[in-house]
C-alpha cells in the first residue's frame, strides 16, 4: 500500500482547521468590567487557573479569580484600550516565559520581552512560569559553598549552593550592593545569575546593569525588570520568572543564583491585585495566601541529585523592613520559609560598618557545611567571638580600669570589625579571605593599629599575588588551610615589609 503524502497533509491541514473552529465557539468572553489592571469577563466558561487569555486589542491577561457567573482577569499590559463589551479569548495556555542562553546577558521583563534596546532575542524554548517544586527524593543536601566575595558573609553566614538566603533590612542599608557584588564575584564561579528588580525605580535598575556590565558581569546574567511604573501584576510575576528561567539552567545540570530585590515589594503588588479582584483582606490587608506566594517561589530553590544532573539554584529573596522591625508579618513569613537571614542594620550601615551585618541576629541554617575546610578553620568562632565583643564593649563603656585580658579581648574586636568592612564592588576571593582572617585570629593584626588595617589588608593581597601566588592557589585547589609554619612565614615575611604609620 501506498501512502499518498498530499491526501495526509489535506486531512491533517482540515483537522486543524476544524479544530480552530471549535476552540472558538466555547472560548470567547465578553469583558463586563474593567479599571486598575483588572477586568471580570462572563463567557469563559472553560478558562483554567493561570490560563493567557487575550483581549481584542492584543493584549494578554491571566485569569486569576474563577467564579460562578464571571472570571476575574489581571491585565498584562496597559489597560486603558480595554473596554467594557470587548471581546477575551482563551489561549488554551498556561503563562511561559522564553527560557535559554539567548537571554544571557540581557535585560527583559517578566513576559520575557527585552527591554535593552538590543534587539529581539531568539530563544526556542518556553518554560510556564509556575512549576512543582523538586520533590525530596531529587534533592542532595546542599554541600557546595556559594563564595559572595564578602568577607563578612562568607566567614559569618555561609551560603550554599541551593539554600535560600534571606537579605533583610530597612532602606538604603546596603542590600542591593550585596547582591551586585555577590554577582560580581561569581565572574570564575562558572555559575548563571539572575537578578530579578521588583518595583525598583528604572534609574536604580540601570545603574545596577551598568554595573554589571562595566565589571563583566552581564556575560553570565540575566536581568528581569518590573519597575516601580509597570502595573502591579508584573511586579506580581517577575519573581516566578526569574525563577523560571533559572530553573532551565539548573535543570540542564548547572549552577545558578536567583536574586530577587526585593519581595516586599512583590507582596504590595500582589495585594493590591488581590483587593482589585476582591479577594478578602486579612492582616495587614495581605490576602490569606501571601504565605502561599512566597513559599511556592523559594521552594524551587534547590540542589539536585545526582541522578538529577547535579545543578542547583540558589536563592537570595530581600525583605525590606520598616524602622528594623523583622517581626512584621512579611518578614516572619519569609524568614519562616528560608534557611537563614542577613540582618543589615541602620545605625551600624551609618556608623560606617558596610556592609552593615548584624552578626548576633544573623544566621545561615546549612551553611556551616558548606564551607571550605580553611575557611571553616579561620572563622569558626568569629560569629560568636564578634557577639560577645559587642556585649562586652557596651560593659567597657562605663569602667575606665580594665584589665589586661580584657582589654586584649577589645582590641581584637575592634579589629574584627575592622577586617570584617568591606567597601562596595570589590569582592574579595576565598583564598584571600582565608589568609587575612587567619592573620586576625591568630593574632598577626594585634600590633597593628585600627587605622592601619585597611591598608595591611590592601597591602597583604598585593604582596600576596607577587610572592605567595602558590600560597593562595593552594588554598583555592585543595580547600585546606597551608600548614601553620608555611603560614607564619608569609605573614612574618611580608609584616617586616608593611610599614607601621606613626600616630
Ligand atoms: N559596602 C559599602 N561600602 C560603601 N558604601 C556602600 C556599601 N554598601 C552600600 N553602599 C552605599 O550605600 C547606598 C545604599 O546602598 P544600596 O542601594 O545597596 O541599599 P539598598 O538597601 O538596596 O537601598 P534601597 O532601600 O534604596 O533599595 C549606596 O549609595 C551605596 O553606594
Ligand atoms: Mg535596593
Not at 525605580?201 to 554595573?211: F, G, H, P, Q
Not at 501584576?233 to 548547572?254: D, H, I, S
Not at 541529585?305 to 518578614?331: C, H, M, N, R, W
Request: proline fraction near 4%; charged fraction near 25%.
Amino acid at each position: 500500500m501506498s501512502i499518498n503524502a498530499e491526501e495526509i497533509s489535506g486531512l491533517i491541514k482540515k483537522q486543524i482547521e476544524n479544530y480552530q473552529a471549535e476552540l472558538e465557539v466555547s472560548d470567547v468572553g465578553t469583558v463586563i468590567q474593567v479599571g486598575d489592571g483588572v477586568a471580570r469577563a462572563y463567557g469563559l466558561d472553560n478558562v483554567m487557573s493561570g490560563e493567557l487569555v487575550e483581549f481584542s486589542n492584543g493584549v494578554m491577561g491571566m485569569a486569576q479569580n474563577l467564579e460562578e457567573s464571571n472570571v476575574g482577569i489581571v491585565i498584562l499590559g496597559p489597560y486603558t484600550e480595554i473596554r467594557e463589551g470587548d471581546e477575551v479569548r482563551r489561549t488554551g495556555r498556561i503563562m511561559e516565559v522564553p527560557v535559554g542562553e539567548e537571554l544571557i546577558g540581557r535585560v527583559v521583563n517578566p513576559l520575557g520581552q527585552p527591554v535593552d534596546g538590543m534587539g529581539p532575542i531568539n530563544t526556542t524554548k518556553t518554560r510556564p512560569i509556575e512549576g512543582p517544586a523538586p520533590g525530596v527524593m531529587d534533592r542532595k543536601s546542599v554541600h557546595e559553598p556559594l563564595q559572595t566575595g564578602i568577607k563578612a558573609i562568607d566567614a559569618l553566614v555561609p551560603i550554599g549552593r541551593g539554600q535560600r538566603e534571606l537579605i533583610i533590612g530597612d532602606r538604603q542599608t546596603g542590600k542591593t550592593t550585596v547582591a551586585i557584588d555577590t554577582i560580581l564575584n561569581q565572574r570564575e564561579e562558572d555559575m548563571i545569575c539572575v537578578y530579578v528588580a521588583i518595583g525598583q525605580k528604572e534609574s536604580t535598575v540601570r545603574n545596577a546593569v551598568e554595573t554589571l556590565r562595566k565589571h563583566g558581569a552581564m556575560d553570565y546574567t540575566i536581568v528581569v525588570t518590573a519597575s516601580a511604573a509597570q502595573p502591579a501584576p508584573l511586579l506580581y510575576l517577575a519573581p516566578y520568572a526569574g525563577v523560571t528561567m533559572g530553573e532551565e539552567f539548573m535543570y540542564n545540570g548547572k549552577h545558578v543564583l536567583v536574586v530577587y530585590d526585593d519581595l516586599s515589594k512583590q507582596a504590595t503588588a500582589y495585594r493590591e491585585l488581590s483587593l482589585l479582584l476582591r479577594r478578602p483582606p486579612g492582616r495587614e490587608a495581605f490576602p490569606g495566601d501571601v504565605f502561599y506566594l512566597h513559599s511556592r517561589l523559594l521552594e524551587r530553590a534547590a540542589k539536585l541529585s545526582d541522578a538529577k544532573g547535579g545543578g542547583s539554584l540558589t536563592a537570595l529573596p530581600f525583605v525590606e523592613t520598616q524602622a528594623g522591625d523583622i517581626s512584621a508579618y512579611i518578614p516572619t513569613n519569609v524568614i519562616s520559609i528560608t534557611d537563614g537571614q542577613i540582618f543589615l542594620q541602620s545605625d551600624l550601615f551609618f556608623s560606617g560598618v558596610r556592609p552593615a551585618i548584624n552578626a548576633g541576629l544573623s544566621v545561615s541554617r546549612v551553611g556551616g557545611s558548606a564551607q571550605i575546610s580553611a575557611m571553616k578553620k579561620v572563622a569558626g568562632t568569629l560569629r560568636l567571638d564578634l557577639a560577645a565583643f559587642r556585649e562586652l564593649e557596651s560593659f567597657a563603656q562605663f569602667g575606665s580600669d580594665l584589665d589586661k585580658a580584657t582589654q586584649a579581648k577589645l582590641a581584637r574586636g575592634q579589629r574584627t570589625v575592622e577586617v570584617l568592612k568591606q567597601d562596595l564592588n570589590k569582592p574579595i576571593r576565598v583564598d584571600k579571605q582565608v589568609v587575612i582572617l587567619y592573620a586576625l585570629t591568630r593574632g598577626y593584626l594585634d600590633d597593628i593599629a585600627i587605622q592601619d588595617i585597611l591598608r595591611f589588608e590592601e597591602e597583604l593581597y598585593s604582596w600576596l599575588d607577587h610572592n605567595r601566588a602558590d600560597l593562595l592557589e593552594s588554598i583555592r585547589t585543595t580547600g585546606k588551610l597551608p600548614a601553620d609554619d608555611d603560614m607564619a612565614d608569609a605573614l612574618k615575611t611580608f609584616k617586616k615589609t608593611f610599614a607601621k604609620s606613626d600616630s
